[in-house]
C-alpha cells in the first residue's frame, strides 16, 4: 500500500479522503499521526497557492508524498467572499453560527449563486502538481441535515433537491468540489505512478 501525507488536522477532511483514496490502494496518514501541531501560514491569494504552500512545507519537513487542498466557498453576491477565507471567516464562530449569519445576509437576495472550490497540490516525487474540483450551487434558505461539515447545510443543489448537509457520505463523495478534485488526481495516479 502506498503511502501520502495529507496535510490536515481536520478529522472530516481526512475521512473524506480516506474513503475516496481507499479503493486505490492508498494509506493516507495525518498530521495528527505524526504529532505534528506546526501552523503554516496561508499567504496566497488563490486556492492553488495556499495548497501549495502547506504541501511544500510538509513535502520539505518529512521527505514523503504530500497532498494538501485548501477549499472553501464562494457567493456570487458576495463578489467570491469568503472564497480563501472560508475557515477564518468570523474564525471565533462555530460553523453553525457562521451559517446563521450568512443566512441572515442573503435573507432577502435573489442572486444567491454559489460554488465551492478544492484545489489539492500533490507533491510526489518533488514534483509538483495541483488539481481542482467545483461544484456550483446555490446559498439556501435554511440550514439543513448533519451529514456534512462547514458550510453544507446551506449549500443547496437544485438537481438533487436537497443541501448537501442532507446527502449521504457516498453521493457527496461522488460530486463534492473534493471528490473531483481528487478523482483528477487519481487518474494523474493511474497513468504516471
Given amino acids: 500500500m502506498k503511502r501520502i501525507l495529507l ?8 475521512r473524506e479522503f480516506k474513503q475516496i483514496l481507499f479503493k486505490y490502494d492508498y494509506e493516507v496518514i495525518s498530521l495528527s499521526d505524526l504529532n ?9 491569494t488563490t486556492f492553488r497557492e495556499n ?3 502547506k504541501a ?5 519537513k518529512y521527505q514523503i508524498d504530500t497532498v494538501s487542498d485548501d477549499s472553501g466557498i464562494s457567493i456570487d453576491y458576495l463578489n467570491g467572499f469568503p472564497g480563501i477565507y472560508s475557515a477564518r471567516f468570523l474564525k471565533q464562530y462555530d460553523y453553525d453560527k457562521k451559517n446563521n449569519i450568512l443566512l441572515d445576509i442573503m ?6 449563486k454559489a460554488h ?4 489539492i497540490a500533490l507533491i510526489m516525487d518533488g514534483k509538483e502538481h495541483v488539481f481542482e474540483g ?9 440550514a439543513k441535515g448533519t451529514n456534512g461539515f462547514g458550510y453544507d447545510p446551506i449549500f443547496y443543489m437544485s438537481e438533487y433537491h436537497m443541501n448537501v448537509a442532507e446527502m449521504s457520505q457516498e453521493l457527496k463523495n461522488e460530486i463534492s468540489h473534493r471528490a473531483i478534485a481528487l478523482k483528477e488526481m487519481v487518474k494523474y495516479f493511474e497513468k504516471n505512478v
Avoid: H, P
Fill in 7 to 14: 496535510a490536515t488536522k481536520n478529522m472530516n477532511k481526512l
Fill in 36 to 44: 505534528d501541531n506546526d501552523e503554516v501560514e496561508e499567504t496566497g
Fill in 51 to 53: 495548497a501549495l504552500i
Fill in 56 to 60: 511544500r512545507y510538509y513535502y520539505n
Fill in 107 to 112: 435573507y432577502d437576495v435573489d442572486n444567491r
Fill in 116 to 119: 465551492y472550490t478544492c484545489d
Fill in 134 to 142: 467545483i461544484m456550483n450551487g446555490t446559498i439556501a434558505y435554511e
